[in-house]
C-alpha cells in the first residue's frame, strides 16, 4: 500500500467482519472508557547506514474525544509517529493498539480493513481527486465499507455539511481555495465516522489566517465527539488546543495530558463554515 495515500487501500469487505480482538481486552476499572489509541514503549528504526532511530520509546494513551496536538522540530519522529497510529508502518518494538486492538497481530487486509472502518487521516497536501467532483471525492472515504452508492453520496452530502461546503456538492476541487481542499479532505475523513482522525500538518500548505480557521473546524469537530490528533508545526495553533505531545529526536519531553485534564479548555469556534457544537449528525462511531 502506498502509505502516501491510504484511501487507495482495497480491503476485503469480508475482512472487517473478521477484526476482533484477542482475547478482548477488559475495560480499565478506573471508571474511564478504554482508549482510542494505546501506544507503548514503540520504536521506529529505518534501515540504512546508519540506521535512523526515528522513534526511541513513546507511550501515550488517547481516549475518546480528545484532540490532540503532537508538536517538535522538524525530523522528531512526528509523521513516523502518525504513521504508526494509523497502522500505515508497523514499530520496530513495542504494541499499538486502535479501540483496544493489537494491530500486530493483524494481516495486512485486515489492517486496511480497520483502516477504512476506524480511521480518517488527514494530509498537508489534501489528496483529492480534481477529476471528481466535491461529493464524489468524499464519497470515495467509505468506498470500501460495503456501503450502497446512494446511500455513499447521502452520508458525503451530510460530511460536506459539517464543513461548510453543502452548498457546492458538484464543484471540482481546482474551482475551490486550499483551505476549503483542506474541508473536503477533512469531510472524506469524517464520512465514514471513524473513531479517530489522525492529521498530519493540515495547516501547513496555507496561510496563517486559513490555516487557524482550519483549526477551529478541527476544535468545533473536536466539541461534536470526534476524536483527533493533529500534528502542528505552529505552536501558537497549537497552544490553544486541550492537550499537546512534545516531541524530540524521537522522544516524548511533555505530555500536558499529565498536567491538565482533557477537554478542559475548547477551542473558540467563530467559523461560520464551522459545525455547531451541537450538531446532532455527527457523533462519534463505533467506540468500542
Ligand atoms: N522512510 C524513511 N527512511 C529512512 N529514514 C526516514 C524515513 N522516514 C523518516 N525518516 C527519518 O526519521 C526521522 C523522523 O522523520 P519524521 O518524518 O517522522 O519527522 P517529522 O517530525 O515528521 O519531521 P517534519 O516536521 O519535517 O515533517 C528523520 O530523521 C527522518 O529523516
Ligand atoms: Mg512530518
Known amino acids: 500500500m502506498n502509505p502516501m495515500n491510504p484511501m ?25 472508557p478504554r482508549p482510542v ?11 540504512g547506514e546508519p540506521p ?22 522538524s525530523g522528531s519522529g512526528k509523521t513516523t509517529l502518525l504513521h504508526l497510529m494509523g497502522t500505515l508502518d508497523r514499530p520496530s518494538t513495542g504494541t499499538v493498539r486502535i479501540t483496544g486492538c493489537d494491530v500486530a497481530a ?11 472502518t476506524q480511521i480518517g487521516f488527514v494530509f498537508q497536501q489534501f489528496f483529492l481527486s480534481e477529476h471528481s467532483t466535491l461529493v464524489d471525492n468524499v464519497a470515495d472515504g467509505l468506498l470500501y465499507t460495503g456501503i ?8 458525503a452530502l451530510n460530511a460536506l455539511g459539517l464543513v461548510g461546503l453543502a452548498d457546492r456538492p458538484d464543484a471540482r476541487p481546482t474551482q475551490l481555495s486550499g483551505g476549503q481542499r483542506q474541508r473536503v479532505a477533512i469531510a472524506r475523513a469524517l464520512v465514514g465516522r471513524p473513531s479517530i482522525v489522525l492529521a498530519d500538518e493540515p495547516t501547513g ?27 502542528t508545526h505552529d505552536r501558537s495553533l497549537a497552544d490553544r488546543l486541550p492537550r499537546r505531545i512534545e516531541m524530540l529526536d524521537g522522544c516524548i ?21 464551522a459545525v455547531p457544537a451541537d450538531d446532532s449528525r455527527f457523533r462519534p462511531g463505533r467506540q468500542p
Open 148 to 155: 450502497r452508492s446512494a446511500d455513499r453520496r447521502a452520508q
Open 37 to 47: 489509541l494505546e501506544v507503548r514503549n514503540v520504536t521506529r528504526t529505518y534501515a
Open 205 to 231: 500548505n496555507l496561510d496563517s489566517a486559513t490555516g487557524a480557521s482550519i483549526m477551529e473546524l478541527l476544535g468545533a469537530l473536536h466539541d461534536a465527539g470526534v476524536t483527533i490528533v493533529v500534528i
Open 253 to 273: 519531553i511533555a505530555d500536558t495530558a499529565s498536567v491538565m485534564p482533557a477537554q478542559a479548555i475548547s477551542v473558540p469556534v467563530d467559523s461560520a463554515n
Open 106 to 116: 493483524m494481516s495486512d487486509r485486515q489492517l486496511a480493513a480497520l483502516r477504512a
Open 8 to 32: 487507495n487501500s482495497e480491503p476485503n469487505i469480508q475482512d472487517m467482519t473478521r477484526i476482533t480482538c484477542d482475547p478482548p481486552r477488559p475495560q480499565p476499572d478506573n471508571g474511564e
Open 52 to 73: 535512523v532511530r526515528a522513534l526511541r520509546g513513546v507511550s501515550f494513551a488517547v481516549r475518546p474525544g480528545e484532540l490532540v496536538a503532537v508538536v517538535g522540530p
